[in-house]
């Protein structure tokens, strides 16, 4: 028999399964990106064990333009992360999730109502809205 | 009436070629389902393709497979609702295929079973006559799980099972819930044993695509999360598990 298994390419299409998948999609992806940048940070702030003008040659980068769109996306995807990942928690607890009962045809899942729904664009309305003050405090002071 | 085209999934792993698509033209009607239009290719243009079925009405979730992206039941599915000129279908994902568009459910249903998928309880060898009372509330806590057809297409949705092959899937963690929260069940322990593992209900992501995809609006991924908020001691005080009486004449 052919083995079926969807794999990691069945993470990458966020638009099949709706608000909820889509918000799955992020997390991850904004998951994978702070990760990353993680591991840039430690690399880039362990520079200082070189010297101070290693220091701040490492630290001219970060005040480019390139510099600043890098930390803008952090912002968003650190802020996403954090307000979904409350959700998520919410979400686990039994709460905001509605409660089992008759189901009636049309068959809408009380688990991705409206409750939920909102919490996900709130969350991306929170990463938009820190990446718009993050773009002003850092390209305010070049 | 309108003519489509159905792209129809072909593998024969007898035959030892390479997966394909075969693509026939149908007419059809408003009120024709994928299933209608499938069954007409295999009756009128190529009787080889292999497809499971057999209640045509929803209710005995054999003919789930994956169409234009998404798993649906063919027989609940109209051509016209898709609102496309191609129909791809394809075997459901996460699920060995046999050949074309069935797949094997033997992974899916063992999952279930381990959920041990029935009421435990002591009480049950001495019944005698007597019957378990439960109140509306307490029935409406498990009977939506229990409309469950045991179709695939959450298993076939799920980003989890797609990459982890021991967790149980949405349907299984689902009808452990259905179980676990019936006042008749006893087993509340043993059952939480099963699931409370790396591989378990953790590893669930509410993804949310199991219940968009559910044709019977059993909500799997609410069952999970409550599952997970029994776990967590969030509604533990609310299961008095149920005593025989005797009904009165």
Redesign the interface.
Known sequence: ????????K??L?PT??????FA?WL?RLTGLGLLIYFIAHVIETSNIVYGKSAWEKMLAVTQTNEGHIVLMVVIGMCVFHAANGVR?YI?????G?????????P??????GLG?KACIWVSVALAALAMMYGAYVLFGEA | MKRVKIRVFRYNPADGADARYDEFEVEAERWTTVLDALLYIKAHKDHSIALRYSCRMASCGSCGMVINGIPRLACYTKVYELGSDVITCRPLTNFPIIRDLATDFTAFFAKHKSMRPYIINDAVDRIDGREFLQKPEEVEKYLQFSYCIKCGLCYAACPTVATDKRFPGPQALAQMYRYLIDSRDMATDERLKVVDDRHGVWRCHFAGSCSMVCPKGVDPALGIQLLRAYLLGMSRDSKVVAELYRREK
């Open positions: 028999m052919k083995e079926n298994r969807e794999g990691v069945g993470w299409n099949r399964y709706g608000a909820n998948r799955y997390q998520l979400a686990e607890h039994g709460k999730i509605g409660r089992p009962g008759r189901p009636e045809y068959y809408k899942p009380t688990s991705l939920m």
